[in-house]
């Protein structure tokens, strides 16, 4: 016979009409494979097919959980699963990154990373009104250091203009005015620029994602994938799900997953360690502004930046240097799975060679905490030593070619039944709605 869950999706069974009906606990369970019930003295097997979600995305991080919210309101009633391998949300990018809401000043005119961006920031600060979460728009200064980071900076309000971001050129003077403790050559100021807690905002996202009948199962390290003419099966261990549409968000583990389902991507990803430093709170009022460097167009990090933080601190970083562990957070912490992936795999020896200058560099302020306070006081010179206080750094899942090129923008990969993030580098966290959204349209969509 057919019987119903509570969100009106069909499970089949053999059970005689009489036993489903009395069976309340049965009829709410997706997982419960057999069971035994007493109906005139005998004994039946009750067999119960896995429940087929309509849509199971791969990932707790923001892009995922935005997803999952997006398929929840495009198709109400529709089976939803997350699936996460930690004991909570945003545990990895999303919750590492330094809570910057960007403009999107930076990036190319017309690129989807730009659009999405800047349809992102509006997006971050509607849903954290809506939903209550703390979000402040500090607005940011680029500050340039030199007659080349002035040449920069020029270019760069162009690119500004051309992505439709208003910005305010000023003089050292004035920068001075605004920012006592900040010298340079003059800036950009970029009004929209914000803070938030993304992890908060997973947090809710999480909520609302159970509110409207979706479920999360935590502790789910996805290791098979098997996909069929009607579905995919999907194993963590002992367990299996199965699910019409697969939609992975894996971030750090993108092309791993990519691999389970199948797919010959032609990219790898090679993670980068963002340190960290906490200013210590006897300064924690150094400056009211975001605080950035005119970046290296040749670089594809932002540099070292001062970002006060929505809980009230102040930290200074990230840098970008070399990791040997993806989603291990300690100095000096290895990975031989992690390192030999990236090792055997020949585009990261040509981005090795193409950008071996810089890499000693950023390694070199990594390992010498003078060198790294260096970088910071080009801007702010009256930092010392003692003002940094190490934090938790973060990890960048950073998707390179075979041919050692990096992928800026967004890119997604698909079988018939499997969409794969298989790159989400920054601004991600700022753009998550709008990805979200445009993921899920195009899954459900594929059910249309």
Same mark, same amino acid.
């Given at each position: 016979m057919i019987g119903t869950d509570r969100l009106g999706n069909r499970a089949r069974s053999f059970v005689p009409p009489d036993i489903w009906g009395r069976s309340k606990r049965f009829e709410r369970s997706f997982e419960i494979r057999a069971s035994w019930y007493v109906c005139n003295r005998n004994f039946f097997t009750v067999t119960v097919e896995i429940m087929i979600y309509d849509f199971c995305v791969i990932g707790g991080g923001i892009v995922g959980l935005a997803t999952a919210l997006e398929l929840t309101r495009l198709r109400p009633g529709a089976g939803v699963l997350v699936l996460e391998k930690e004991t909570g949300l945003g545990r990895h990018q999303t919750g590492h990154n330094s809570g910057v809401i960007h403009a999107g000043i930076y990036y190319k005119p017309g690129s989807l990373k730009a659009d999405l961006c800047r349809r992102g920031a509006t997006a971050t600060k509607q849903f954290c009104t809506e939903n209550n979460i703390p979000f402040e728009t500090r607005g940011k200064l680029v500050v340039a250091t030199t007659p080349t980071e002035l040449a920069r900076m020029a270019n760069l309000r162009v690119n500004a203009a051309l992505n439709q971001i208003d910005v305010e050129e000023?003089?050292?003077?004035?920068?001075?005015?605004?920012?006592?403790?900040?010298?340079?050559?003059?800036?950009?100021?970029? *009004?929209q620029t914000g803070i938030v807690d993304y992890r908060r905002i997973c947090e809710v996202m999480g909520e609302l994602i159970g509110k409207a009948g979706g479920s999360i199962e935590?502790?789910?390290?996805?290791?098979?994938?098997?996909?069929?003419?009607?579905?995919?099966?999907?194993?963590?261990?002992?367990?299996?799900w199965q699910a019409k549409q697969i939609i992975a968000c894996g971030g750090l583990q993108s092309d791993r997953l990519a691999k389970l389902a199948g797919l010959d991507a032609g990219f790898q990803i090679v993670p980068f360690r963002g340190e960290y430093y906490d200013v210590s709170p006897r300064k924690g009022a150094l400056v009211r502004h975001l605080i950035y460097p005119v970046p290296d167009p040749d670089l594809p990090f932002l540099g070292i930046h001062l970002t006060p933080m929505i809980d009230? *601190?102040?930290?200074?970083?990230?840098?970008?240097?070399?990791?040997?562990?993806?989603?291990q957070y300690a100095k000096f912490s290895f990975n031989l799975k992690d390192v030999m992936s990236f090792a055997q795999f020949p585009g990261f020896w040509r981005l090795i060679s193409k950008n071996l200058q810089s890499g000693l560099t950023e390694a070199g302020n990594s390992l010498f905490k003078a060198r790294y306070l260096a970088e910071c006081r080009k801007y702010c010179p009256s930092l010392e030593l003692g003002d940094l206080v190490a934090r938790e750094a973060g990890i960048r899942a950073q998707a390179v070619m075979r041919d050692g090129t990096l992928v800026h923008d967004f890119m997604i990969l698909r079988t018939p039944r499997t969409l794969h993030v298989g790159n989400a580098p920054s601004p991600a966290a700022t753009a998550s709605i709008p990805i979200g959204e445009m993921i899920a349209r195009e899954a459900t969509e594929r059910q249309s």
């Open positions: 000023i003089d050292d003077a004035e920068l001075k005015r605004r920012e006592p403790n900040i010298t340079g050559l003059g800036a950009l100021f970029v *009004s935590y502790g789910a390290r996805v290791d098979a994938l098997a996909e069929t003419a009607e579905y995919v099966i999907v194993a963590a261990g002992g367990k299996r009230g *601190s102040l930290t200074v970083g990230p840098n970008a240097v070399l990791g040997l562990a993806r989603e």
